[in-house]
């Protein structure tokens, strides 16, 4: 028998990971109370539909319709419903209650943590996320704490499991990419709709809750600029290779200076190629890693899985196991911090490299015409290597593919602009960024 | 104007991790402030010798050679002395005098844990020791609240970087053990006496820090099992590559089944033979890397510098942060978790697997004796490979490589027992353990 005391769990949302919470929960009662030095009730769990079948089961009992009661009187709520509404509401009513809040859900802390945040800050509560970005891997806590004392200077990510496994495959087996979304598909790593994983909005959303916390400076969503994998073809992929590249969905937090010379911090989400001996470069199939950046630490990198019901639900116990501690030692939970406020910036201020596939007329003096547009815009050619020529005889087109040096990315969006209007290029065939790693 | 509370932090121990916090804080005084909501004020830096020069410099009014006086009062204190005492005493004396603690001794930790863990938990201050294990690496938090919720099952660490640059030149480059050794010295990974780093016990201190986080369980650096690298050749390196396995020194931790079958613990450092495509094989030069394999999570690894002055000091910095922010909430530090209490148990009781190089004597029946020793011991052949015969013609010596399955060290160790007595075995020339990964 526990004879101390009892904390009071409620569980919102009764799908994959809230089901194997309550799961683990349940079957790891004891060691877990034993770590936390009280007892672990769970409460109820929230769901729309009392009778729909679940996968670990959940004890009919538990099961209600009524959220807004079960928030009420919990010491520790864990939120799992996902979307904004009333995934919002209920955690704001929760706080006010006096519970610390769990949640995993990335696009309400990407939309709403300002007010989610304030909240939590105002009753001394504490809001845990580590189930938000990266699933099972430790990437909120040690960027929020261990690297609190730091500098960071860039992050990148590869937080979307779905399309690195598209990418992955695409690189590896050399699939098409339909081939390699049919089969994402049926493995489960896509959605009916795959919109949100391929087109970058889930890593966006990752983006944006790393980027705040590595730069103590609220990130809103829209703040990150996005581009998802769609574009990318099997060609692209293949040339990435031959050139010892890897095409990855990267999500990147860095400080630049701005035009102004202050310093300020830019988040985007696009394909990027990366090196293959780069460790970014070996996190193949759904897995996940974030690669850190920072000015004392020099560079980190965490790996594991990106997603998964056991997975995810693992972060959620650790915060789980955090919340119980903070709301026994009863002291304010620690506000989020946002004493950086940085300036967002635009993308045009951040410098990279872009590698540009063209389809240009394969006559003498294409290739000078090409090179000259480019140092126009005030970018130079780090590499550039035309292809044999191919089509009809009488209007030969060859394949030209230049990497720039590092440039900003406005004169390196001026510069393709000024491809495509040129009479010797007949198709920017493709433009990646090149991540300077 | 700072117009809120004034932290006071003692700094005990100048030398590179030292004065590096100290500069560091000088430098980014401003930022850290803000993020922790108080003042961070340097009040000493307790040293030996005044007059010594250091890198960074460490302001002459800042130093004082009276530690005892400048752990009373203050509200965080930096021990960065290393050694057993007086760490000890300065950091109890901190302790009851209420500040929260901060030290990167391993040592200390390995061997009066359990004293120190207690005159915390006591008093309701916490101790915080990111350096101690990995230095720069995040891992301690990691293991202590994100996969607090989670089993873990085995930790395997690169945790010293000395030893890893020698064996990974020996690796990498075809390096001489005393050449690797020679070249480790020159670039200060190694010091005038390298026992601590090539005989294990520096691996060690950490294998007992990251078994107790891991297992909830206080394990005394005397029960961790210790083998240094100074038995690998590069003729065992060379072997290895050949057969597809990087040799590295490992720190490992995991729960095994006892003779009893009643589940305990084990930690070991020793070298072993990992797979090349495993994650732990890319980990090179001084770089130091934690894989973690828990029952909800899966593997997880985090990877970063491993030594450092700078590197050391962000975890020391991010240390202070939170031991700012526990001070000024004024709750109870998290008290370190023991609810594991699981046996330590020998390493008889892990099942691993052995590559083990004979030297034979060239002629029929040898293999099929060895071969048969071995099966006497309940321990079966996973591959077996002879090489051509050398030596007199008259008397010609065959070198026999064989991997054996899994099986209890016990009997691995039975059967290297016989071997060695067999007539028709020259020389166990190695033993190495093949992690299972």
Not at 27 to 50: F, I, S, W
Not at 104 to 128: D, R
Not at 342 to 367: F, K
Not at 426 to 434: D, E, F
Request: no cysteine.
């Amino acid at each position: 028998m526990i004879d101390y005391r009892n904390l009071r769990i409620a569980v919102l949302g009764g799908g994959n990971v809230g089901a194997n919470v309550v799961d683990l929960l349940a079957r790891h009662r004891e060691e877990l109370e034993a770590r936390v030095g009280a007892g672990l009730e769970v409460v109820g769990v929230a769901v729309r539909d009392t009778g729909a079948t679940r996968s670990p089961e959940i004890p009919a009992a538990l099961l209600t319709t009524d959220a807004e009661s079960l928030v009420t009187g919990a010491d520790i709520v864990v939120e799992l419903i996902g979307g904004l509404e009333p995934a919002r509401s209920l955690i704001l009513a929760a706080l006010r209650a006096g519970a610390d809040v769990i949640t995993a859900n990335k696009a309400l802390l990407a939309t709403h943590g300002e007010e989610l945040f304030e909240a939590a800050a105002q009753v001394g509560a504490q809001l845990h996320y580590e189930a938000a970005v990266a699933a099972a891997i430790p990437i909120i806590r040690p960027l929020r704490e261990s690297l609190a004392g730091d500098r960071v200077r860039r992050i990148l990510g590869i937080v979307n499991g779905s399309t690195n496994f598209i990418l992955d495959k695409m690189d590896q087996e050399g699939w098409s990419t339909e081939e390699a979304m049919r089969v994402a598909r049926e493995l489960g790593y896509l959605e009916a709709d795959p919109t949100l994983d391929v087109e970058g909005y889930d890593a966006a959303q990752k983006a944006a809750i790393l980027a705040s916390l590595a730069f103590h400076t609220r990130v809103p969503v829209e703040a990150v600029h996005r581009e998802g994998i769609t574009g990318i073809t099997g060609a692209d992929v293949a040339a990435a290779k031959a050139a010892g590249y890897v095409v990855k969905l990267l999500a990147i937090a860095e400080r630049v200076e701005g035009e102004d010379g202050a310093e300020g911090l830019v988040a985007r989400v696009h394909p990027a190629l990366v090196p293959r001996e780069h460790p970014l470069a070996a996190v193949h199939g759904g897995n996940n890693a974030v690669f850190v950046e920072a000015e004392f630490a020099g560079p980190l990198m965490f790996y594991g899985a990106g997603a998964g019901g056991v997975q995810t639900a693992s972060a959620v116990l650790g915060d789980i196991v955090s919340a119980a501690r903070r709301h026994l030692a009863g002291g304010p939970g620690v506000a989020e911090s946002t004493s950086g406020g940085m300036p967002i910036l635009p993308l045009d201020d951040v410098a990279t490299r872009y590698q540009i596939v063209l389809e240009v007329a394969d006559m003498p003096g294409v290739l000078s015409q090409v090179a000259g547009l480019i140092a126009e815009h005030g970018v130079s050619i780090e590499q550039a290597l035309q292809s044999t020529a191919r089509g009809e005889a009488a209007d030969p087109t060859a394949t030209l593919v230049v990497v720039t040096h590092r440039a900003r990315e406005a004169a390196l969006a001026a510069t393709v602009a000024a491809l495509n209007g040129s009479p010797a290029v007949r198709r920017v065939a493709s433009v990646i960024r090149v991540e300077g790693l």
